[in-house]
């Protein structure tokens, strides 16, 4: 029975590429103001499966509906109701803060009033006043993680995928974006996050641990943490990755 909080629902996925299978039947469901951690190791079939996700592949079976759409008939209807942060950062160096969040709105098609009234309110928030006419370029890092997951939720959408989105950002930083995350979820945005952070992964709400492409393991943190007989996140990685 399908539950009407799932925003995405996966049964039997696979994904291959000729004789490689990188997702090998993965089934599990996401609920609407969650945060799921999608752990694996450097080859898992993490990516694999976020770009089947975000409709920018195609499955090679099983089905899938992401926001309430079926992901081989209405991929651009799913397109529209995501957001999407990669562990590369993805604005524009060249351009402004204001002028990288106008042209990012502009795609997702928010009118005018819109774009201007949710601009002051981000940079409201992000306390940006003083530069919000500076460069990309001339930002660090942990400010441009920070502006390119606010432009990446900037539409409203109803999940958002973040691929590693802390990497190289210091721990301040880090705790900083991860209350942005809850902020998101608090909000009602589904948040679907990789990260090789083992200590991240015990900030989520479910956590599901991928393997040579399978799921090998798919529950809370703490639930996951007292089956495999260990105080934290990365010794449960540990023991199941080398399984």
């Known amino acids: 029975m399908v539950n009407s909080d799932d925003i995405i629902i996966a049964r039997d996925l696979v994904k291959k590429f000729g004789d490689f299978t990188a997702n090998d039947h993965l089934t599990f469901s996401v609920k609407k103001g969650e945060v799921f951690g999608f752990l694996g190791a450097n080859g898992a079939g993490k ?8 409709g920018l592949s195609y499955p090679t079976s099983g089905e899938l509906t992401v926001s309430g759409y079926n992901i081989y008939t209405h991929r651009e209807k799913i397109k529209q109701n995501i957001g999407y942060m990669s562990q590369k950062f993805s604005l524009y160096e060249d351009l ?5 969040i106008h042209f990012y709105a502009g795609i997702y098609g928010l009118s005018n009033k819109v774009i201007r009234e949710r601009t002051e309110e981000l940079i409201g928030m ?7 006419n500076k460069l990309i370029k001339d930002l660090p890092l942990g400010w441009k993680q920070k502006i390119s997951f606010s ?6 959408p109803s999940v958002v ?21 809850y902020d998101a979820a608090h909000s009602g945005i589904t948040v679907f996050v990789t990260t090789h952070y083992m200590d991240e992964a ?3 709400d479910r956590v599901s641990i991928m393997v040579d492409g399978k799921i090998v393991a798919l529950d809370t943190p703490l639930n996951l943490m007292r089956l495999n007989d260990s105080v934290n996140m990365e010794g449960v990685f540990l023991k199941l990755a080398r399984q």
């Not at 992000?126 to 919000?132: E, F, G, M, P, Y």
């Not at 432009?151 to 409203?156: G, L, N």
């Open 47 to 54: 990516t694999t499966a976020i770009k089947v996700l975000c």
């Open 96 to 100: 402004s803060i204001v002028e990288n």
């Open 126 to 132: 992000l306390d940006l006043q003083n530069v919000r």
């Open 151 to 156: 432009v990446a939720i900037f539409h409203r």
């Open 161 to 181: 995928f973040l691929d590693e989105p802390t990497s190289g950002v210091d721990p301040i930083t880090r705790r900083q974006f991860w209350q942005m995350i």
């Open 202 to 204: 015990e900030y989520c």
